[in-house]
């Protein structure tokens, strides 16, 4: 970028920084309240009333800032195919945060832009550069070293976020379908809809009844979740991809901290290693495949 398009562009590019910065601070919190109420509530009732609360916050923004419109869409299959996902991904994420640190946990879910560049050379058959590959190769070292299968450090849990990863890299995919004249925001109504009409029946074998104080968390689940994704989504409006993304892993930093504040969990110095693998692997991969912001944002509350 020239010196003068990077200088007019700067005060917008601070902003997309402090954006997701902010978003990823949003969703950690979400996680947190996710990993308190997993220790009551199966993780498909977590994921229906994180949908059933945002709807209604979603609606009302969509409606604010882009009017009736933004309630139309072109693809309800698409969208219940994708809330479906999305319901799967949470369950697998939720699950994990009851058996293994919130920081692990996080790490290895950040994997997920390494799946969508496996997934885009084998399934859309796209070429992927070598330092591309590289780049995916070092991330699964990151996961294994994370992981450690096979030794006595090994939980089966932790393998629950990197399928979550997977789901997550399928809906990035998946988004590739929706028109581009389609609003972000009606992309976000009906993902969250999607996600309510998914996890609607299994609630007849898992509910459980919601105490005030649990229920208080759960609209702090949602609030968070949703806050965190439009603040995201907002830094990759703001600024260039490749010069936000990086800021998203500093939700492992808020991960790391939450964790040790509230559940008294460390972290050794193999999860550190791998965990930054993970994320200088997933920056490369940001930087080395230049992409449309809407496919380009880190993650969706899982």
Request: hydrophobic share 60%; glycine share 8%; aromatic share 12%.
């Amino acid at each position: 970028m020239p010196v003068a398009a990077f200088s007019a562009r700067q005060p917008a590019i601070i902003r997309g920084i402090g954006s997701v910065l902010l978003g990823c601070f949003c969703l950690t919190v979400s996680d947190s309240f996710a990993k308190w109420l997993g220790e009551y509530f199966s993780p498909l009732q977590l994921v229906f009333m994180r949908g059933l609360i945002a709807v209604p916050i979603v609606a009302v923004i969509a409606l604010w800032a882009s009017g009736r419109p933004a309630l139309v869409t072109r693809h309800p299959f698409l969208h219940l195919a994708r809330g479906a996902i999305n319901v799967g991904s949470a369950f697998c994420f939720y699950l994990s945060l009851v058996h293994i640190p919130l920081a692990e946990a996080t790490a290895i879910a950040f994997s997920a832009p390494l799946f969508v560049t496996l997934l885009s050379a084998f399934v859309l058959k796209e070429r992927v550069s070598v330092g591309a590959w590289c780049a995916v190769l070092a991330g699964f070292v990151g996961v294994l070293v994370v992981v450690r299968p096979g030794f006595s450090g090994f939980h089966p849990a932790a393998i629950l976020p990197a399928l979550a990863a997977v789901g997550y890299a399928v809906m990035m995919l998946s988004a590739r379908r929706i028109s581009a004249r389609e609003s972000l925001l009606t992309t976000a109504l009906y993902i969250v809809l999607a996600q309510v009409l998914a996890s609607a029946v299994p609630q007849f074998w898992v509910w459980q009844p919601i105490g005030k104080e649990q229920f208080a968390g759960m609209v702090g689940l949602a609030v968070f979740s949703t806050l965190g994704l439009t603040f995201i989504t907002h830094g990759f409006r703001l600024a260039p991809p490749a010069v936000v993304a990086p800021f998203d892993y500093s939700g492992l930093l808020w991960a790391a901290l939450f964790g040790w504040i509230f559940w008294g969990e460390t972290l050794d110095a193999w999860t550190y290693a791998g965990a930054a693998l993970i994320v200088a692997s997933g920056i490369l991969v940001v930087s080395q495949a230049p992409a449309p912001a809407k496919e380009r944002l880190p993650r969706e509350p899982v």
